[in-house]
C-alpha cells in the first residue's frame, strides 16, 4: 500500500452555498483514472487524526487532484475542508483508491452518469476523461440537485456538452424561472424519461447520497438494466 | 511524519478500546454495496456449500431456517471508516453449517446473489467466529442491508461479511474475491488497519 502524500492546497473555489472544490499539489502524487477517490489525513496539533474518503474530480497524470467537498454541518472533517481550509494549507493524502468505480476509453458502451448532489464528483472526473480522449461513444449525465445554485462544477459541465455528451438537470427543491417540470426527486419515471434505455445496454454509474443511491439503482433495474451494468457509490448519509 | 493541517482541531476524541485503528464510531448504519441491491424472494433462496469432490450441501429457506440459530452481540468495522457497536443479530453459526462438511481445503470463497464474491480462510469462519444472518434488531434483515441472509464475519471488515449469500466454495489456495480483486486486502483485518493493498 502506498504511504501517505503531503498535499498543498493552492486553490479553493466556492461552488455552492455549502460547498467548495479544492485543488491540492501532491507531491509525488502517481495519476488517477476517472472515478477513483483518495483517503484525506488530517492532523491536530496534538496529533488526533482524522480520514475521511473524497473522490477525485480531476484525471490523468498531473500531481495536482480536484476534490468537491459538501459541507454535513454535524460532521468532522467536510465543515474544516468548506469553511477554513486556505490556499498554502497542508494535509495528507493516499491513492489513488479504488479500481471498480471507474471509466476508461477502453471502455466502448454508451455511458449513463447519474449524479446526486456531491456525487457529481466522480462522474465529472469520467466526462473529463471521455472529453479528452476523444472517445465518440455517447455520454449522458443526469444530475440532481437542490437548486440551481447548488450545482457543483456548473461552467465546466456545461462547456463540456456536446455531440456525444448530453447533461439533463433535475432540481428537487426549487427551479430556475421559467423550467419546465415542477421541482421533485428522482423517480423512476424521471428516470425513463432523461436518460439512455436500458434496450441501448449502457454502462450506468450511480453516485451520491446513501439513499438517492438506493432509490436510482432499485429504478433502473425495473426498468430492465442488468445489475452488472450498474455500477454505485455511496457516500453515506440518507 | 504526519504534517499538521492548519486549524484542524478535530471533535470526535473519544477514544474508545473497542473501535479499530482509523475508524470513527457511528450510530446509522450505512450501506456499502458495488451496485443495486437484489431482491431475493425466500420461496426461490438457498444456501450451498461445495468442496474438492463436487458435494454439494443445500439448504432451502425452510431447512435453513430449522436449524438452531445464536443471538449474536457484536461490533461491526467497514472498510470506509465506521464502525457500530454493539450490533445484535440473529443468525446460524458456519460451525453448524460445515458439521457434515468434509474437506481438506482451507480456504472459501463466499458467492453472492447478484455475483459478489469475496475470498476467506476456512478457520476465520469456525469456532464461533462467523454466522449466516438473518435478523438484525430483532428484525428481518432489509434487502439493503443483505436480507434475506448474509454473511455475518464481524472480526474482520464488513465488505467480507458478503450480503445476499447464497454459498461457500471450498478452495485450495487463497484467490481474491470482487473488492479483493479491485483494491482490497486480501484478509482485512481492522485491528491491523488491513484496508488495501
Ligand atoms: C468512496 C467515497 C467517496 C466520497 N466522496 C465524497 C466527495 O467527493 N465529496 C463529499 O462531499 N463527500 C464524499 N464522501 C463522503 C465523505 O467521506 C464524508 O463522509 C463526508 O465529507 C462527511 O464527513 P464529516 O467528517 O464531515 O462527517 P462525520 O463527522 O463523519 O459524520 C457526521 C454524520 O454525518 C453522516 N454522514 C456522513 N456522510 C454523509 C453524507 N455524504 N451525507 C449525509 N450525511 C452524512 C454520518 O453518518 C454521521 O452521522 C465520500 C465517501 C466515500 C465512502
Same mark, same amino acid.
Given at each position: 500500500?502506498?504511504?501517505?502524500?503531503?498535499?498543498?492546497?493552492?486553490?479553493?473555489?466556492?461552488?455552492?452555498?455549502?460547498?467548495?472544490?479544492?485543488?491540492?499539489? !501532491? #507531491?509525488?502524487?502517481?495519476?488517477?483514472?476517472?472515478?477513483?477517490?483518495?483517503?484525506?489525513?488530517?492532523?491536530?496539533?496534538?496529533?488526533?487524526?482524522?480520514?475521511?474518503?473524497?473522490?477525485?474530480?480531476?484525471?490523468?497524470?498531473?500531481?495536482?487532484?480536484?476534490?468537491?467537498?459538501?459541507?454535513?454541518?454535524?460532521?468532522?472533517?467536510?465543515?474544516?475542508? !468548506?469553511?477554513?481550509?486556505?490556499?498554502?494549507?497542508?494535509?495528507?493524502?493516499?491513492?489513488?483508491?479504488?479500481?471498480?468505480?471507474?471509466?476508461?476509453?477502453? #471502455?466502448?458502451?454508451?455511458?449513463?452518469?447519474?449524479?446526486?448532489?456531491?456525487?457529481? !464528483?466522480?462522474?465529472?472526473?469520467?466526462?473529463?476523461?471521455?472529453?479528452?480522449?476523444?472517445?465518440?461513444?455517447?455520454?449522458?449525465?443526469?444530475?440532481?440537485?437542490?437548486?440551481?445554485?447548488?450545482?457543483?462544477?456548473?461552467?465546466?459541465?456545461?462547456?463540456?456538452?456536446?455531440?456525444?455528451?448530453?447533461?439533463?438537470?433535475?432540481?428537487?427543491?426549487?427551479?430556475?424561472?421559467?423550467?419546465?417540470?415542477?421541482?421533485?426527486?428522482?423517480?423512476?419515471?424521471?428516470?425513463?424519461?432523461?436518460?439512455?434505455?436500458?434496450?441501448?445496454?449502457?454502462?450506468?454509474?450511480?453516485?451520491?447520497?446513501?439513499?438517492?443511491?438506493?432509490? !436510482?439503482?432499485?429504478?433502473?433495474?425495473?426498468?430492465?438494466?442488468?445489475?452488472?451494468?450498474?455500477?454505485?457509490?455511496?457516500?453515506?448519509?440518507? | 511524519?504526519?504534517?499538521?493541517?492548519?486549524?484542524?482541531?478535530?471533535?470526535?476524541?473519544?477514544?474508545?478500546?473497542?473501535?479499530?485503528?482509523?475508524?470513527?464510531?457511528?450510530?446509522?448504519?450505512?450501506?456499502?454495496?458495488?451496485?443495486?441491491?437484489?431482491?431475493?424472494?425466500?420461496?426461490?433462496?438457498?444456501?450451498?456449500?461445495?468442496?474438492?469432490?463436487?458435494?454439494?450441501?443445500? +439448504?432451502? +429457506?425452510?431447512?435453513?431456517?430449522?436449524?438452531?440459530?445464536?443471538?449474536?452481540?457484536?461490533?461491526?468495522?467497514?472498510?470506509?471508516?465506521?464502525?457500530?457497536?454493539?450490533?445484535?443479530?440473529?443468525?446460524?453459526?458456519?460451525?453448524?453449517?460445515?458439521?457434515?462438511?468434509?474437506?481438506?481445503?482451507?480456504?472459501?470463497?463466499?458467492?453472492?446473489?447478484?455475483?459478489?464474491?469475496?475470498?476467506?480462510?476456512?478457520? #476465520?469462519?469456525? #469456532?464461533?467466529?462467523? +454466522?449466516?444472518?438473518?435478523?438484525?434488531?430483532?428484525?428481518?434483515?432489509?434487502?439493503?442491508?443483505?436480507?434475506?441472509?448474509?454473511?455475518?464475519?464481524?472480526?474482520?471488515?464488513?465488505?467480507?461479511?458478503?450480503?445476499?449469500?447464497?454459498?461457500?466454495?471450498?478452495?485450495?489456495?487463497?484467490?481474491?474475491?470482487?473488492?479483493?480483486?479491485?483494491?482490497?486486502?486480501?484478509?482485512?483485518?481492522?485491528?491491523?488497519?488491513?484496508?488495501?493493498?
Amino acid at each position: 500500500m502506498t504511504d501517505w502524500l503531503v498535499g498543498t492546497i493552492t486553490h479553493v473555489r466556492t461552488e455552492t452555498p455549502t460547498g467548495r472544490s479544492l485543488t491540492i499539489a !501532491v #507531491d509525488g502524487w502517481p495519476g488517477n483514472l476517472a472515478g477513483q477517490h483518495l483517503d484525506l489525513r488530517l492532523t491536530a496539533p496534538d496529533g488526533y487524526q482524522a480520514v475521511r474518503s473524497y473522490s477525485i474530480a480531476s484525471v490523468g497524470a498531473d500531481p495536482s487532484v480536484q476534490l468537491a467537498v459538501d459541507k454535513i454541518p454535524t460532521g468532522e472533517v467536510s465543515p474544516y475542508l !468548506v469553511d477554513d481550509v486556505l490556499p498554502g494549507d497542508q494535509l495528507e493524502v493516499r491513492g489513488p483508491l479504488g479500481r471498480w468505480f471507474v471509466w476508461t476509453p477502453e #471502455d466502448t458502451r454508451p455511458i449513463q452518469l447519474i449524479a446526486g448532489g456531491s456525487g457529481i !464528483v466522480p462522474l465529472v472526473a469520467m466526462a473529463r476523461a471521455h472529453a479528452a480522449s476523444g472517445s465518440a461513444v455517447p455520454f449522458r449525465l443526469l444530475y440532481s440537485v437542490r437548486s440551481p445554485q447548488d450545482r457543483f462544477f456548473a461552467d465546466e459541465i456545461a462547456a463540456l456538452e456536446s455531440e456525444t455528451f448530453r447533461v439533463d438537470l433535475v432540481y428537487t427543491r426549487s427551479t430556475p424561472e421559467g423550467w419546465p417540470t415542477p421541482a421533485g426527486r428522482v423517480t423512476r419515471d424521471v428516470i425513463e424519461a432523461l436518460t439512455l434505455p436500458a434496450s441501448d445496454a449502457p454502462g450506468v454509474f450511480v453516485c451520491g447520497p446513501t439513499g438517492f443511491v438506493e432509490a !436510482v439503482a432499485r429504478s433502473l433495474v425495473d426498468l430492465g438494466h442488468e445489475p452488472q451494468n450498474v455500477k454505485t457509490e455511496r457516500f453515506g448519509g440518507s | 511524519m504526519a504534517v499538521f493541517s492548519r486549524g484542524f482541531g478535530g471533535r470526535a476524541r473519544e477514544s474508545t478500546p473497542d473501535l479499530p485503528p482509523g475508524q470513527f464510531l457511528t450510530e446509522d448504519f450505512p450501506v456499502l454495496s458495488a451496485g443495486p441491491t437484489p431482491e431475493i424472494d425466500t420461496a426461490e433462496w438457498e444456501f450451498t456449500i461445495r468442496t474438492e469432490t463436487g458435494a454439494t450441501h443445500r +439448504w432451502d +429457506w425452510d431447512q435453513f431456517r430449522a436449524l438452531p440459530s445464536e443471538l449474536v452481540a457484536t461490533d461491526i468495522h467497514c472498510v470506509t471508516r465506521w464502525s457500530k457497536l454493539g450490533t445484535s443479530w440473529r443468525g446460524v453459526s458456519l460451525d453448524t453449517l460445515f458439521e457434515e462438511v468434509d474437506s481438506s481445503y482451507d480456504y472459501v470463497m463466499a458467492h453472492s446473489y447478484g455475483g459478489y464474491t469475496t475470498n476467506l480462510p476456512l478457520e #476465520d469462519l469456525l #469456532d464461533g467466529k462467523a +454466522w449466516i444472518a438473518y435478523e438484525f434488531d430483532g428484525e428481518d434483515l432489509d434487502p439493503e442491508h443483505g436480507g434475506p441472509a448474509r454473511l455475518l464475519v464481524p472480526h474482520l471488515y464488513f465488505w467480507k461479511s458478503a450480503k445476499w449469500v447464497r454459498g461457500l466454495v471450498m478452495m485450495k489456495d487463497d484467490e481474491p474475491g470482487f473488492w479483493e480483486q479491485n483494491g482490497y486486502h486480501t484478509y482485512g483485518d481492522p485491528w491491523q488497519e488491513q484496508r488495501y493493498w
